[in-house]
């Protein structure tokens, strides 16, 4: 597709249990990012892929969140034993430049955790 | 520690009048800053940017304007128009980590018909 597509676009999930987000960057862009919206807040920085470096895992609060990027392209955000205070809208990003530049948003993947 | 500020979180305005929209930053080694509008059930897309080297930005109806001695950013809308009834986030980078995009919280714009 043209943009960054996101999936699922809603998920409802129990806590404790684990959940998977997709997101599939534009194509040809090496840099990914990961970003959280809670309810209120601003765009929260989670994670960050470019091209075959490692990855920046700074902004991951805690260690039930991990991500990967497989082939330089789709990126999997996995949180395990989800808790209430990780409902939010996750938000993908690519962009083609290392440094200052455009980023392209996904639609968001909204995280509902009862 | 929130970097990046919008203290407004809403603002209206009636169609064809000017929107300002503010944005205030801590760190003053911030090199680039960014302007994103949201509409609900969509991601973030791309307005404007302003390099630390300049004070002005303009792209039609859109200008930004940067005030580095009071580390403050601003989005002048003119003329408003209903379309622009969005949430609005700014952005900054770091000369250090220049990927890190850090947001502020956001202002939601009501243009009025």
């Known amino acids: 597709g043209a943009g960054v597509s996101q999936s699922p676009s809603n998920k409802v999930t129990e806590k404790g249990k684990d959940v998977e987000l997709r997101c599939d960057p534009i194509?040809?862009?090496?840099?990914l990012y990961w970003y959280r919206q809670s309810l209120g807040q601003g765009l929260e920085f989670l994670i960050y892929?470019?091209?075959?470096?490692?990855?920046?895992k700074s902004g991951l609060p805690s260690d039930r969140f991990s991500a990967e990027r497989t082939g330089g392209s789709v990126s999997t955000l996995t949180i395990q034993r989800t808790q209430q205070e990780d409902s939010a809208v996750y938000l993908c990003?690519?962009?083609?430049?290392?440094?200052?530049?455009?980023?392209?948003f996904g639609e968001g993947s909204r995280l509902t955790v009862l | 520690d929130q970097q990046v500020k919008q203290n407004s979180p809403s603002l209206s305005v009636q169609e064809g009048r000017i929107s300002i929209l503010n944005c205030d930053y801590t760190?003053?080694?911030?090199?680039?800053f960014l302007w994103y509008k949201k509409y609900p059930a969509e991601g973030p897309t791309f307005l404007i940017s302003?390099?630390?080297?300049?004070d002005k930005n303009e792209d039609g109806r859109f200008t930004v304007f940067l005030n580095k001695s009071a580390k403050h950013l601003s989005l002048h809308i003119v003329p408003s128009q209903p379309g622009d009834s969005a949430v609005y986030f700014c952005?900054?980078?770091?000369?250090?980590?220049?990927?890190?995009?850090?947001f502020g919280t956001g202002t939601r714009l009501k243009v009025l018909a």
């Open positions: 892929f470019q091209g075959n470096s490692a990855p920046d």
């Open positions: 760190n003053s080694m911030f090199d680039y």
């Open positions: 194509s040809g862009h090496t840099a």
């Open positions: 952005a900054a980078i770091p000369r250090s980590g220049t990927y890190k995009y850090i």
């Open positions: 990003a690519s962009s083609s430049t290392r440094t200052t530049g455009e980023l392209f």
């Open positions: 302003i390099s630390s080297i300049k």
